[in-house]
């Protein structure tokens, strides 16, 4: 195992460990949701990636509907565990979805349409720790590092401030985000 994995997985754990322990997460969530929810950038969004949380994340089921609401497509990730790639997917109100792995609800591919890079304006790019460049730990596999190297539209992250350090040691092909958006507000992130 080489040092920068275990650097990585060391502030993984630390922030898993603190997630599980906060009081307060539905304030914390709802402060994140309505700052998001304000930015430019999700208003002028027509189009926007996002995965369905699970476990500890913070709920993104909640931001589907309002985007709904708000006449926004969304579309949602299918991973391909052989090349850890991915590929986005129409998702609407009462498309059926299905658990392959993980506890990551999906589409069925042969029930959703496909949705080109180009056509997501705003992706909403998971994470556990993030830094204030916008670089960030994930669960390890690599899948947005992967889609979002020739990705051009703009990329967030939601991170409550306790998910925010100050450096996270990072590989080359490590794609940091544009803007965190944290329950304290928004960051734009230099990339380093």
């Known amino acids: 195992m080489d040092k920068l994995f275990f650097v990585k997985e060391q502030q993984r754990k630390k922030i898993l460990k ?3 322990q ?3 997460r539905q304030l914390i969530e709802r402060s994140i949701h309505t700052k998001l929810l304000q930015t430019d ?3 002028q969004a027509h189009t926007i990636g996002i995965t369905i949380s699970k476990g500890l994340e913070w709920d993104t089921e909640q931001l589907i509907h309002k985007a709904w609401r708000q006449g926004k497509r969304i579309a949602i990730p299918k991973s391909n565990l052989k090349d850890h790639s991915m590929t986005f997917h129409c998702y609407q109100d009462g498309d ?3 658990n392959v792995w993980a506890d990551i609800w999906e589409p069925i591919p042969s029930n ?3 949705m080109e890079k180009n056509f997501i304006d705003l992706m909403i790019v998971p994470g556990i720790v993030f830094s204030k460049s916008g670089l960030r730990i994930g669960y390890g596999g690599g899948f947005y590092d992967r ?3 020739d990705y051009t539209g703009t990329t967030v992250s939601l991170a409550a401030d306790f998910q925010i ?3 996270i040691n990072y590989e080359k092909h490590d794609k940091p985000v544009d803007i965190l ?3 304290f507000g928004k960051i734009y992130c230099k990339h380093t």
Do not use: G, K, P, R
């Open 18 to 20: 603190q997630w599980q």
């Open 112 to 114: 959703a349409t496909i």
């Open 22 to 24: 906060i009081m307060n």
């Open 147 to 149: 889609y979002l190297q």
């Open 165 to 167: 350090v100050d450096t």
């Open 41 to 43: 950038v999700w208003h």
């Open 96 to 98: 059926e979805l299905e």
């Open 181 to 183: 958006i944290s329950n």
